[in-house]
């Protein structure tokens, strides 16, 4: 991987971000103006070529590759868990779940990866007599790495709750290669 | 670690801490000596190259966990504009569905 196609992905994933969070503040309120939830709705789902989505699922992707690769681990183990990344998103639902689900889950199944691969470095440190820096250093990883899976699971939950009686939250758009676009609205 | 000088000879010492004292051990003096405190000093090196490789290792994790925390981030932003667009909104930090 190089560090430009980082740079690109992360570059995107920030001017999207800029984006929504400007949109995001006007619009969550209980009564926002409907110029503002169109702009914002315009901004999800109108764009034809659906760019944003992509710009979320890559930073995902990215974060994925650079979590598994930059582990200390061999290649065998490093291949061991991106299948057991595959059938964990499988076990979640993912295959078939709305476009909006599949990102939780693939967010869901990364913070679990990523918390697993925190919890071996804290052990192995911990066996080991520290300075009270690294100590606190380890802690405040495992802390934060346990508040996002948390978090994560939170969101999908929830998502998948408030879903069941809202069709409107049935995003479910075509992958490269796939026919079907379907926005419901 | 130190060299000293007693009478016309010099003696290899290492020095270390004890609480708020330093102590030291007699190591020896001639070739060998010098050879030991070669050796010791490149340790000070090793050490300093281990310290740096591991604040290097240290910035790389925190690269890896800022692109992460990133990437969760966005997808937050998504499921947010997702419910508001479906008609939700958050009341004391609970999704709560528009009054019709």
Sequence with gaps: MTLDFEKVITDKAEETRTKFRALLDKTNKEHPSPKDLKALSDLLSDNRKLELWR??????????????????????????????????????????????????????????????????????????????????????????????????????????????????????????????????? | MGWERRGNHEYYYRKARDGSRVKSWYVGRGEMAHMISKFEGSSGEVGKLLRLKKSIEAQESDRIEATLDRAVELVQLFTEASLLTAGFHTHRRQWRRKRK
């Design chain 1, 55 to 185: 710009d979320v699922l890559s930073a995902g992707h990215l974060a994925e590759i650079m979590v598994i690769e930059n582990a200390h681990a061999t290649a065998g183990l490093k291949e061991c868990w991106k299948h057991r990344l595959q059938v964990l998103k499988k076990d979640l639902g993912y295959d078939g779940a709305p476009m909006l689900e599949q990102l939780l889950i693939q967010q869901t199944a990364l913070c679990w990866l990523k918390l697993n691969l925190v919890e071996l470095g804290y052990s192995n440190t911990m066996k080991q007599s520290i300075t009270l820096t690294l100590g606190a250093y380890w802690e405040k990883r495992l802390s934060a790495a346990q508040k996002r899976f948390t978090r994560a699971c939170e969101t999908l939950a929830r998502v998948r709750k408030l879903s069941r009686n809202t069709p409107a939250l049935q995003f479910n758009i075509a992958t490269s290669g796939g026919q079907q676009v379907n926005v419901a609205k």
